[in-house]
């Protein structure tokens, strides 16, 4: 299968999913309903989970470091590869941490171009400020909101590399690390959530961009092998760029004790004759 039709065969399903419960969250007020029911004690004006060190401490404070640590450790493996260490999980590991950099990259750059406040900063909840739908027209009077997508969501969906990091050897593997991804992201956005950083949508299209990311970099880095080693491997080195060497005679005798037997040439098809 091409790069382009596994890329659109894995896309196409999450896709349409997204589209429909992202468009469904843009036009009601889910987002504020789940935030008010769930999350905010409306009888103390307080965020649930505001003074929880489960949220804070534990899955915020701690889950950031956690994440960072798999990132970490993702490129100690691919380094240690050039030394000689598991060199079969050289892909494996470029893969999950590029993808994973990448993915927090872009939703921290989103989150601090597209003004849109958090839960908690609401005059609906408390706050200073009007809620204004996601695409909906923010007056130009309000300072700029930092709060879309969920960027400590995303840190948790960037675990769903992990089903292509690992897809190529273990099928099983895979969909752990898939249901890995998914749980941890849950998870993360449910305590930022409770804290008041985020709705729902926000979480949404964090998962939305981990799972892009890691497809696109998988379907068009690794899939399509332009992932390049620093160095040629040993089976590489009598190929240049898919054009063979023909062997030296000289060289086999000089290893073997014998001389290589060269094929007769063959008359190219078209000069050939039909009888």
Known sequence: MTPA?????????????????ALVLAITDIDITVAREMFFDSSQQAWRGADSWIANDMLHTGGRWLIRGIIAMSLLIGLGTFAGMAPHWRRAAGFFALSA?????????????TNVDCPWD???????????????????????????????????????ALYFAIRERSSRLARAGLALGIIMGLV???????????????DLWSAMIAWIVALTVYAWVFRARLWIPLWPQPELRRHNMGSTLDPDPSECAAVHGTKLAMPSPVAPAFVRRRH
Do not use: E
């Open 5 to 21: 039709r596994y890329y659109v065969r894995a896309l196409a399903a999450p896709l349409a999913v997204f589209l429909v419960a």
């Open 101 to 113: 950099v990448l993915t927090v990259g872009i939703t921290g750059w989103l989150k601090a171009v």
């Open 122 to 160: 609401l005059t609906l909840f408390g706050g200073q400020y009007p809620y204004v739908p996601l695409f909906g027209d923010r007056p130009d009077d309000l300072r700029y909101g930092r709060c879309f997508p969920a960027a400590h969501a995303s840190s948790g969906y960037v675990l769903l």
């Open 188 to 202: 993360f956005g449910v305590a930022q959530q409770s804290r008041g950083a985020h709705f729902l949508s926000h």
